[in-house]
Structure formats: C-alpha cells, structure tokens
C-alpha cells in the first residue's frame, strides 16, 4: 500500500515536472554603461544542426539555455537601439554552465558585433567537481586498448578515461573508485537516464561504443540535486547527433604478438622469452547527417541520424599460463613429497598434540585412527605420509584419471597446455533528432551490446571449469524538450535496458562418469580446495555456475527550468524500475570443498601453531572426506527492485561574480525481493522445529500461506540530501569554488540477483576433522524447491548453515557527506590551474565483513565463565560434547534433541547451534569511509598543436568493513579484526594510495616554411602532423595486509564472517625495529625467482587466545609501485582542406617494457619458505614468476578515416 501511494505521487510529480545529458548557457545582457537590460530576447544556434533555441532575459538580465545538447554554438542578442551581439566558437561540454556575459553596443541592430574567442575555461557558475572529455580526446591518447586489458567484452571501454582523472582508481572492466569511495558505486548514464549494469557490476555489458560518444561528463563531487543514486562518481555519456553535413569515420585496431615484448620468466626454448599469440582487431564506422529522401523529404536544419558500428574479435591461443596438478605419487596417495619436516608447534612446547608429540606441517593423518586422549580427539599420520589403497575414495580416483598428467616434474606450476579462447564483441547504435519547431525537440537512442565467448581455460572437459558467456544487452531512450515560454522549459525522458545473459556449460553425466550420486543438474560438480604450497591441484575443477539472467530496467525522468529573476530553478524527478528473472541451476551440480583438516589433526582447534597445519587438502580429497559446500536444485526466481526520486533546485546569481547553487533531494529506494517470496531466508525470530524449537529458522518474505506475513526488510523513508555550491569569482581570472551536500547510494545488490538464490543450500562438516560425507556415498542431501519449511535447514543430526539472511536495515541507501574547496585560477586563454580540497564520509556502505550474527560473543562466555586466556577452557570449547572433559566440568548437555553429540562445545554454546557460519548475509549497511585530498590540476586546451592535461593527488582513505559495493569484484577485501569490537575495524583502506600523479596529452606537428622551392614543400610535408600522445600514471603501492594470525581463536570464536575474502579472525603482532622486508620491491635489484622478499621475523604469532595488536594495513608496508606508461606515435594525413583525415598511429602500453612480477604471498607470515634447486617454490614472501602482475610492452597499430 505504501508503494502505490509513493508510485502514484511520483507519477503525479511527473506530469508537472531528472537528470541531465546536457548543458547550460547563462549569462547577464548589460547595455554600455553597465546597466542591466531586462527582457532581451537570446538565441543560441547549434553550428552542426542549425538547431536554434531561444530564451529572454529576465528583469534583472539574467538570461539561461538550458537542457542544450553537447556541441558548439552561436550566441546571438538582438535589442532594438543596441548592435546585434554575436558570440561564436562556443563549446557547450555535457551537465555544465558555460558563462557567456552579453556588453551590448549602442547603434542600429542591422549592425553587429561578432566575438570569436572561445568560451572560458573559468567554471564561475557552480561548486561542483568535474571532468569533461570529448571522443576526439580520448581517440588521439593510447588510453582506448582492446583485449582483456580493456574489458571483459575485449572492446574498446570508454570507461578508460577513469586513468585521466585525480583521485582514481580504474580496474578494467570490474572496478570504478572515485575520491575514496567504495569501488563500483559509480553511476553510469546514458542520454541522461541510468544504465548502470545491475546483473554483476562490469561495465562493458551495457557500455556504447566509443565512437558513438560525443562527450563524457563526469562529476566525482558536489553534483546538484538533479543527480543521485551515486557514491563514486556519476559518468554522463551523451551520445552523438547527425549535423547538416554527412560525416562519419572508419577505423581499425589491430594487434598482432609481433608488436609486443616477450613475457618474463619465460623461455621459447631457443634463448629468447615467450611471446604469447594474440590476434585481435577492433573495427568500424560511424556515419551521420540529415535524413533525405529526394525530391520527398529534406532533413536539412531538422531531422539527422548518427549510426554507429563496432566490432571486436580475437581467438586467444594461451601457451604461457601454468597450473598445478597432482603429481603421480599424489595420485596415489602418495603425500611424502607434501612433508616440508617443519613442526608447527610452538618452540616452547616442541611435542604438543595430546600424546606428547611434534607435529609436522602437512603430514597426513589417519581417519579411522581417531582416539579420545585426555577428552581430546586425535589421530596417527599415516607411516611414510602414504595412504594405503584401500582408504582411497573411488569416486575421486575417477576424477583424478581425468586430471591431465603433470608437463614437469615439479610440485607446483608443473603443468602447461596451450588454449584457445574466441571472443566476439558488437555494439550497432542509431541516435535520431528531430526539430518539430525552434521550440520543440526530440530525440531517440538504441544500442545493442553483445559478448560471446566460450571462457576456455587450460583444463579439459569435463573437468574444466569454463563457463561460456553469452551476453546481450539492449539501450533505448527517448527525449523531448519543449520550450514552454522563453524562460520555462520542460524536459520528459524515457527509457529501457533489457540486459540478458546466458551461462551454455556442456552437460555431463556425473554417476554414469564419476560414481558421484545425490547431485540435481547433469553437469560435472564444481570441486574446490584443492591446493597447498606443496602442491595439489591449483584450479577448480568443474563449472562454478548455469545461469540465464535478465535485467529488465524501464527508467523515466523530466524536468522543469524557470528562469526567474537572478534564479533559474529545475525540478524534476526519476523512475527506475529493476527487475531480474533468472533460471538457475547453480549449485545444482554441487559446490563440492576440500580442507586439509578432515586428513589433519582435530586436536588442532583453538590451538596456537606456529604457521603451517597439519593435514594436506588434495589428501582429503583422496580420502573422498568433504569438508564443506553447497548444493541446489534447478530453479527460477524474479527479484525486483524499485527507486523513485525528486528534486528542486536553483542557480542564484547573487550578483555578476557571486554564484550559489543550492537545492534538495529525495530518493526512496525498494530493497531487492523475490516476486513470489520463494527465497529462503534465515530468520532470527522464527523457531525451528528441526532445532526443537530453538530460534532460528527459515523465514519467506511477503504475505500468504509458508510466508512470515511481513517484510523481511524495511525501507528507509529519509533518504533527504541537501546540496549546496558556492562559485565567486573574486578576481577577473581567479574562482573560488566552494560545495557540500550530501548524497546517497542505491540500496545494495551485491551480486545477489546473479546467484541460485532461489536453491542455495549450504552444509559444513558435523565437527573439526570430521567430513560432511564422502564422496563415495554420494551427496547426501534431498533437496525441493520452493520448500516452505522453516525447519528445512539443518537436516536432523547435522549442523549446517542457512541459505543467507538479509539485513533488516537492507533498504537503508549508503550515505555520503562530500565537500571541497578550491581555487581556479586562468593563466593566459588556454591554460587553468585549480588546487582544491576534497573530502567525504561514508555510512552505511554495504558489508558482512564486520558483523558475525552467529559467532561466540564475549557476553557468552562469560556468561559460562569461560576465559580464552585459560588453556584448560580452550580446550574444554574444542572438545566434542560426548568427551569426558565435557562431561566433566558440565558442557555434556546438548542445546536441543537430536543435536549431533559429536560437536565440538563451541557449537553448543553458538546463539544458534543448529547453525554454522552464516556466510551469505545481504546488504548489511555497516560499512564507513574516510577520505581527505589534495587535488591538483593543470589544463592546458589545444592550441598551436598541444593539448595536456595534468594532475596530482594527495590523499589519505580509512575504511571500516567495505572496500566495493559487489564484494566479489572488489579489488581488496577489508581488513577486520574482532567485530564485536567495531571501533578498532577502522582501518587504512586497502586501496590507499598516498601519492598519485596523471599526465596526459598529445601534440601535433605544425605545417611550417613551405616557401617556394621543391624541397621546402617536400621538407614541410615531411615533417608536419606527425602526432604523438601520451598517459603517464604514477602512484604509491598498495597496502599489504597484515599476516592472518594461526594462534587459534578464530577457529575457537568462529569469526569467519559473511562475505567473500574476509580474515575474520586477528592479526600477527608487528614487531618493532624488525624491518618489513628482505628486499626492496621497487629497486629492480633481485631475481623473485630466488629471492623471498617479506621478512617474517617483522611478524609474531599472538599467543593463544589473544587478539593481536596490530592494525590490518599500515602505510610503510606497501606492495610494488605499479606505474603506467603508455605512448602513441602517428601520423595525419589530410585531404579536401581538412575535411577528410586519414590516420595511421602506434599505440603502446607499458612503453618501457617494466617487469611487473606478481604480489608476493604475504598472508601467513609463519609459512615456511621452500625452495627446490636454489629457486623459491613457495612460503611467506614468495613471488610466483609463473604469472605476472601487468603485462610486458603490448602493441596496437591504429588506422582512421574521418570525413
């Protein structure tokens, strides 16, 4: 009821009045002796369209064009008694206010005056932070690459441009960080209206072509009201426009390996480096004009068309990537290589498992040996670290026959086999405008974005984990403006985005192949876990997802702008609607995880060890023991969500020099909820019957039989956000530019739709070491769906985890306060320089990462008297319940009937025991940032052949529990130590880069001294419009987290908390005066391949029970500087007096061929550091050279034709 009240009010709102994709032209009309003229009538013709739009001044002569679209226009004011004024050369850049003052001259209007200058680059009008580039811009810098360096759809990404601007942080395709924000809290718009991708958060599934852009507008801070449901940034595309003349463009990018540097730490055989095959080529046209049919129709000054076409294609043949495999002994069972001959325990206490002996990292242990000593479990390595034949599981055996054999002999990185991997990539666009009179304006827009690509990797079917990606993606917007009056202008837009994407995977008969029982899909189960330091196998076998999704996303916007006075006042509102059907078979063939603990040591848990653990994961395979995972049936889901939003603002031209921009809005968002309520979620306050009652069991949102008759969430009602801007132009050059206001964020998604929501069961082990079940008796879980039961997890006698819960805050939007101030200052026409401040904090960011709904609480155990700094207590919390140390001091006593008796005391004593972790919680608003800058700039515009742009931040960013918005796309996982000690969790931001430095521009070779003679012009000819560009980036290394203490207690508190990555347990202690590292990682002094370069010595384990003391970064512990160098040399030729251009260029990234090795392994500082033949192979400070970080020197040669 309360949605169709708001529904109706705003489609209320909309009859009477959004957001913009285009500009403003304001400006004040005075006569000679400086005295307003009031009422002057005030037209601006768009140079390409012949499009002319008309306003009045009002009484105090203040005049206003607004909702212009992006081009270059003509002024012109005529007043009877005054000469015509005419102001040319004026470049109107998207969703800003370009300044144009009107001095009238006194004589007869048939006489005029003509001002050719350009518009200034002074930004006198609004406080607002932005950054306008044009496609001309982004095509002459080696910014736009293609491969999977520049998006997952290998197409050129506009979204490049992030690389241009100060305080930046762009991920290619997967990550988008503005100003200190959480990644991917960008705001994508197109024509105006939003076209954020709401599926997973990449950026190519909805991007447009490069070349059918006019201009990107991107507002990083301080936007005006008409702007919302963004933290990072909002990224304003207005698409081009036919003109009055055809014009158009063909080009071609196209790499080939010849162009590119070999990759390091490789060898061809014959004493040069590898160079990977790579074929790519990136092609099109664009072509636009009026719309003519002879002797019927002339488009002429009315109607125009722009067509685009661009198409991306490559076959990858990857010959350089490397793998783990098992060996032939570990095929076997055969685990005595594995023995690194380290104990791990503590060097006080060198024999300390419960009979008084050492133990040995990754020695395998028995099983079937399991004994109770003094009320602990503990078990017998196996003689020789071998498994006998007869404990080896047969289902995994078959899995292991179609593991490829080893190409080495090594432990690790010891299998290489070439792959190919085709891409297909086109994006068609037609953009229309239509003139219905110099008052009324339409326009439409539709693109198609499609991505197909198998995702081959270098395992073979049906073990491969590829999962094909066929994505298509449709864009469509219509606009009309009308101009009501000559100071009332209305605005309506509407749009659609039907994004689809489809997951082919081949099917597989897991019995009739494997032996493997009680999956619910026909394809290979997805296997997990596999890995160690010694080995075992690197990748995951079987496809991780099948999926076919829809977003569905209708948008509508409109506005209204009255000139009035010294104001010009906007108000408006925006609709988006999301909805996302999905058929899901996800989980369906089982999410299948190995550990080393079910073939390691139970006694182990809440123990303090000095690094290493016992137990091997590919020996627990071998045993068929599953430690954890998921499993689904087939299903179909429709979530949806709904935003609606309005706004009022206004530019108050307080006198010539003095502007305010001040205004409100409101936005109402909907969290993400399935149609029907079929989703299970966990509920804190239902009693589960499975759990004799005990609270905690399964809920269904919405109303109706099965369902809770309530909302499983709330949505936040207050959602105001007050904007205001100061620009004061208090010298005739210099600006000081001033803006806070606060803004908010789309309720969080996280990825959620994207999953089997619908069936997503999730079990763990019964107990530490014991296995969920083993492979050889199949899965044993009986799965439907949709299942009402609030009793259905856990299954009787088990503990298991719920699917996932949702915050109840979940329709709490994050919430940004932003401010800055600055100075602009113009030196000479073309060149300005601005230094501002700029500052934000942010809540409610989404994040499970600092939250742990059922872990032990202190409140626990004290309530039990139970002190962790007590060994005896730790001891009594990782007994099983049936123990005689259990029954001994009083824990014998189960929480419910039918909790398995098997389970450790600290499952017993967890708020909800017939539970484990709570892993997937969504949309949790917990998360906090921090950010304060210095930022920097210098623009010069292009004039005499030279255009740069240059820029310097220097900034500090504090996160608490969030980094990205879709925490599987972010680039670092938050740092967290005790969650239920939030305060300490504020952390420096894993993204933290204290310095960064950007130079971009290009310059162009003058025609100069032809003279007469032959050789002058052939001189001239020579040496004219050669062009070279550059994109020069420069920044401090990333933080590196500190190492993830071993000493037990997060095993004791359970605090893996609920999302992907997180530590959830503490930190090693520093140590003080211990230097951080062993070498130097941005000296290019050492050889990673025999050099660890992390001290471990820096680092000491916390004692039992104890939380460690350091923070989860610090500023002196950084990864390597990784600049970014690229270069572009080419040459212009011209034809028809410039009319027609035809290009040829070389575009080259990592110019000076800089080795970038991979992030060395830094988060156990207790590993042990190995090596084999004088190489590193693996420990605490190890560089794995069988990858690098960025690639070596990469080529594009570039040809384009423009008329």
């Known amino acids: 009821m309360q949605l169709r009240r708001v529904a109706a009010w705003f489609l209320f709102a909309l009859s009477a009045f959004a957001q913009s994709d285009r500009g403003t032209i304001t400006g004040t009309v005075t006569d000679p002796a400086g005295a307003v003229v009031p009422g002057a009538p005030v037209e601006a013709r768009n140079v390409q369209t012949g499009a002319v739009y008309q306003a009045a001044g009002s009484s105090t002569g203040n005049y206003t064009l607004s909702q212009l679209p992006t081009g270059t226009y003509e002024v012109s004011v005529t007043v009877a008694g005054f000469k015509k004024f005419v102001r040319q050369n004026i470049v109107l850049p998207v969703a800003q206010t370009v300044r144009i003052d009107v001095a009238l001259e006194v004589g007869s209007a048939t006489e005029s005056v003509t001002v050719t200058e350009a518009a200034p680059l002074l930004k006198t009008e609004s406080g607002e932070l932005s950054h306008n ?23 050129r990404n506009p979204y490049a441009v992030m690389q241009l601007l100060p305080g930046s942080d762009w991920r290619p395709d997967s990550s988008v960080r503005l100003n200190g924000l959480p990644s991917n809290t960008q705001s994508l718009r197109i024509e105006g209206q939003d076209s954020t991708n709401g599926l997973i958060g990449t950026q190519s599934m909805t991007q447009p072509s490069v070349d059918a852009i006019q201009e990107l507008a991107i507002q990083t801070s301080n936007f005006a009201a008409e702007f919302g449901q963004a933290g990072g940034g909002v990224f304003n595309a207005t698409m081009r426009s036919g003109t009055n003349a055809y014009h158009g463009s063909a080009y071609e990018y196209f790499v080939n390996e010849a162009l590119n540097a070999g990759q390091p730490f490789t060898s061809d055989g014959s004493g040069h480096l590898r160079r990977p095959r790579q074929r790519r080529n990136d092609y099109g046209f664009t072509f636009g004009g009026p719309i003519e049919i002879p002797k019927v129709y002339d488009g002429h000054d009315k109607t125009f ?85 007869a404990q080896l599981d047969p289902v995994s055996l078959r899995v292991v026959s179609l593991i490829p054999q080893p190409t080495n002999g090594g432990l690790t990185n010891n299998y290489l086999a070439p792959f190919t991997n085709p891409r297909l990539t086109y994006i068609p666009s037609l953009k229309l405008d239509h003139s219905l009179s110099a008052k009324t304006k339409i326009s439409g827009y539709w693109s198609l974005t499609s991505t197909n690509t198998p995702n081959n990797n270098t395992l073979p079917a049906p073990i491969t984990s590829a999962v094909g990606s066929d994505i298509k993606a449709q864009t469509v917007r219509l606009n009309f403006d009308q ?62 997802a099948k999926v076919n ?132 979620y966990f509920s804190v306050s239902t009693p589960n019957p499975t759990a004799g009652g005990k609270l905690g069991g ?186 005689s140390i259990a029954i001994n001091r009083g824990f014998a006593n189960p929480p419910y009937s039918g909790f398995p008796l098997t389970s450790p005391v600290n499952q017993a004593l967890r708020p909800f025991p017939q539970f484990g972790n709570i892993t997937n919680m969504h949309w949790a608003p917990n998360g906090d940032t921090w950010y304060d800058s210095l930022q920097l700039k210098a623009v010069k515009r292009f004039s005499h052949g030279l255009d740069v742009t240059a820029s310097y931040t220097w900034e500090k960013s504090f996160s608490m529990g969030t980094e990205a918005d879709i925490s599987t796309l972010s680039p670092v996982s938050p740092a967290t130590n005790d969650v ?41 000819w020579a040496a004219r419009d050669w062009q070279i560009g550059t994109i020069l980036r420069y920044a401090s290394g990333l933080p590196i987290m500190a190492p993830i203490a071993t000493n037990g207690i997060r095993e004791l508190l359970f605090r893996q908390t609920g999302a992907v990555g997180t530590t959830g ?22 050889d990673p391949n025999t050099n660890f370069v992390l001290n471990p010595k820096a680092w000491v384990n916390p004692a039992a029970g104890q939380w460690g003391t350091s923070a989860g970064f610090y500023g002196d512990y950084r990864y390597q500087r990784r600049p970014s160098e690229s270069l572009s040399l080419g040459r212009n030729f011209s034809f028809r007096e410039g009319r027609m251009n035809f290009q040829v260029r070389a575009d080259f990234t990592n110019v000076f061929n800089r080795t970038e090795p991979v992030n060395p392994v830094s988060n156990n500082a207790g590993a042990t550091q190995s090596t084999s033949g004088g190489l590193t192979t693996g420990g605490f400070g190890y560089i794995n050279t069988a990858s690098v970080f960025a690639q070596p020197r990469q080529g594009t040669l570039v040809a384009r034709f423009t008329f």
């Open 1065 to 1086: 347990g503490t930190f090693w202690n520093r140590v003080p005066d211990q230097p951080l590292f062993l070498q130097d990682l941005n000296c290019h002094c050492f």
């Open 133 to 155: 580039v044009r496609t001309e811009q982004l095509d002459n810098l080696p910014v736009l690459g293609i491969g999977a360096g520049a998006s997952q759809a290998g197409i």
């Open 305 to 389: 068309f722009f067509f685009s076409f661009e198409q991306f294609r490559e076959t990858v043949i990857n010959n350089t990537t490397t793998i783990t495999v098992p060996t032939a002994a570990y095929r076997t069972g055969d685990f005595s290589k594995a023995l690194t001959n380290r104990n791990v325990c503590p060097a006080a206490t060198p024999n300390c498992d419960p009979l008084g002996r050492p133990i040995m990292e990754n020695a395998v242990y028995n099983p079937l040996s399991t004994q109770v000593v003094g009320g602990q479990r503990v078990r017998d390595p196996f003689v020789g670290n071998v498994i006998p034949k």
């Open 549 to 680: 999704l829809v977003n569905t996303k209708p948008t509508a916007n409109a506005s209204l702008t009255w000139v009035r006075n010294n104001h010009t006042y906007k108000a408006g509102g925006e609709m988006i609607l999301e909805g996302y059907p999905a058929a899901n078979e996800t989980y369906a063939n089982g999410w299948i995880v190995f550990n080393a603990i079910e073939s390691g040591l139970p006694s182990t848990l809440g123990q303090s060890l000095t690094g290493g653990v016992p137990g091997f994961p590919f020996a627990s395979f071998m045993l068929g023991a599953v430690d954890n995972g998921f499993i689904g049936v087939p299903s179909k889901s429709r979530m949806g969500a709904k935003a609606f939003s309005w706004f009022v603002q206004d530019s108050w031209k307080v006198t010539r020099k003095l502007t305010v921009d001040y205004g409100l809005r409101y936005d109402f968002q909907t969290f993400l909820r399935e149609q029907h309520g079929r989703i299970p």
């Open 698 to 883: 399964v809920a269904f949102d919405g109303y109706g039989p099965g369902h809770c008759n309530c909302d499983i969430a709330h949505n936040y009602p207050f959602a105001f956000g007050p904007r205001i801007g100061v620009a004061y132009q208090f010298m005739s050059k210099t600006v000081l530019r001033v803006g806070v206001g606060v803004s908010y964020f789309k309720t969080a998604q996280n990825g959620f739709n994207s999953y089997s929501t619908g069936s997503q069961n999730i079990y763990n082990a019964p107990s530490y070491g014991d296995p969920a079940y083993s492979l050889s008796a199949g899965v044993p879980y009986k799965i439907t769906w949709p299942n009402f039961d609030p009793g259905q997890v856990p299954l009787p006698g088990t503990v298991a985890s719920p699917s996932q819960q949702i915050d109840p805050h979940a329709g709490r939007p994050p919430r940004i306060l932003e401010w800055s101030i600055g100075l602009q200052r113009e030196i000479g026409k073309d060149i300005v320089v601005e230094a501002t401040y700029v500052g934000n904090r942010g809540v409610w960011w989404n994040s499970a990462y600092i939250i742990c709904p059922n872990c032990l609480t202190p409140e626990a155990l004290a309530a039990y008297k139970l002190d962790l700094n007590n060994a005896a207590d730790r001891t009594l919390l990782a007994s099983p319940l049936n123990s």
């Open 483 to 544: 101009t009501v009056t000559p100071t009332l202008l209305l605005h309506l837009g509407a749009g659609l985005i039907y994004n689809g994407v489809n997951q082919p995977v081949a099917p597989y008969d897991p019995v009739a192949g494997i032996g493997l029982t009680g999956t619910y899909a026909n394809l290979f189960p997805s296997i997990q876990g596999l890995n160690q330091a010694q080995g075992g196998m690197s990748a995951n076998m079987g496809p991780g």
């Open 980 to 1020: 239920f000690n939030r305060a300490q969790n504020r952390y420096l931001s894993g993204l933290d880069q204290p310095m960064l430095l950007v130079i971009a521009g290009s310059y162009t070779t003058p025609k100069w001294g032809t003279g007469q003679s032959m050789a002058g012009r052939a001189l001239s």
